[in-house]
């Protein structure tokens, strides 16, 4: 038998091949699926980045393509910014993303707050007034106009004193004058850093994990000194003409404060669990300031303007706490989630009452601070 002869029997020997399956319909879907995602793997630079002209494309991500230092609210399930460029995150100001809201109401309380401030200056310091006259600054219209709507509520209870001089004339010595401004601008100035803070940490925690813990924590400090501060216009005023007791309140508060501030410098209470933790700290700061203010509404009962400062300080206790409900409740988004992920949201809404509480205490502070330039301390 020749060689060829030879493979032609080996080749019939050998068993004939199967064919293969036809594959289903589900397995052709998967196949599918794995070719897209096999496509946009080698397309991505990595998590919330693509590669575009040979330079990078930061995109929005899911919760679940989060690291783990990120994921704090599991029912915002799109539109997060992860890992980017400090240059990036903070050009993202101007874009719109899950945290966008959450930076701009900050940042524009900042600037009202900020031209509160520029607008209190001017009048109390008369350089500060030239300068303005100089400029066109549409932030001190703002000013100026809720200065002047809070002024129009507390005209009525001045108007009240005039027609009682009487009763000026009990509580005022000889000379009074302007009392002094610095506790007001404390206060100013401890609301300018919480909500400055705040808008950081929004805007740029996004960069990296370091970067994220160190303005978690900026945050935290901010939102404990707007409490201390806040403080002091109402005991520093109230308790003007009784230095023991303005000493004690402001001394306790401000170490109360401090505490506040060491324990979150932890970076367990930094992380998501513990959001009940370190809003029951805050909370706890905020209802210390109950004692000083039975106090002086007893040892100023009779005070005409006793009511409005109540109601201003009623508003701006309702405000933080009805704030920090929504925060802790994580309402709406819990309700449905990814539905809030643009706005709407339970920060958001906190971020709106933050803002509230603050500008009902700055009414209450003008308050304390005009009484006390009418009424001075009583003569001894």
């Keep these: 038998m020749d060689q060829e ?75 997060y910014r992860s890992e980017w460029p400090v240059l990036n995150a ?59 709507n809070i002024g129009d509520a507390i005209s009525g209870a001045a108007s009240f004193m005039q027609a009682n001089p009487g009763l000026a004339e009990a509580f005022a010595g000889a000379g009074v004058g302007p009392t002094t401004r610095w506790p007001f601008f404390v206060f100013l100035a401890g609301a300018m850093f919480c909500l400055l803070s705040s808008c950081a940490c929004h805007l740029l925690s996004c960069h990296s994990h370091r970067l994220n813990l160190f303005l978690i924590r900026l945050d935290y400090t901010g939102i404990a000194v707007m409490i201390v501060v806040s403080f002091f216009p109402p005991i520093y005023y109230i308790f003007q003409c009784e230095p023991r007791w303005q000493l004690a309140y402001l001394s306790a508060i401000s170490v109360a404060g401090a505490g506040t501030v060491y324990a979150l410098m932890s970076p367990r209470l930094s992380a998501a669990k513990y959001r009940a933790h370190r809003a029951l700290l805050f909370v706890g ?53 990814g539905m809030f992920d643009l706005a709407g949201q339970s920060h958001q809404i906190f971020h709106a009452l933050v803002i509230a509480g603050a500008l009902a205490h700055y009414g209450a502070a003008i308050v304390f601070l005009r009484v006390r330039d009418e009424m001075g301390c009583p003569a001894k």
């Design 5 to 79: 002869s030879c493979e032609r029997a080996e080749a019939a020997a050998l068993p004939e091949p199967e064919p293969e399956p036809e594959p289903t319909k589900a397995q052709g879907v998967g196949k599918k699926r794995r070719s897209k995602q096999q496509r946009r793997s080698s397309s991505e630079g990595g998590a919330g980045s693509k590669k575009k002209n040979g330079e990078k494309e930061y995109r929005l991500v899911s919760y679940e393509e989060l690291p783990e230092y990120m994921k704090e609210n599991e029912f915002i399930l799109n539109y």
């Design 90 to 148: 903070a050009l993202s100001l101007f874009s719109w993303h899950n945290e966008t809201i959450n930076i701009w109401t900050h940042l524009v309380g900042f600037m009202v707050f900020l031209g509160l401030t520029v607008w209190h200056l001017a009048q109390y310091f008369p350089q500060v007034a030239h300068l303005i006259g100089h400029l066109s600054w549409p932030i001190s219209k703002v000013a100026e106009n809720v200065s002047s």
């Design 285 to 337: 700061m905020g209802l210390s300031g109950v004692v000083p203010a039975v106090h002086a509404a007893a040892v100023n009962w009779h005070e005409p303007r006793r009511n409005l400062t109540l109601a201003y300080e009623g508003a701006m206790a309702a405000s933080y706490l009805i704030g920090t409900a929504f925060y802790l409740t994580r309402v709406p988004e819990r309700w449905r989630p």
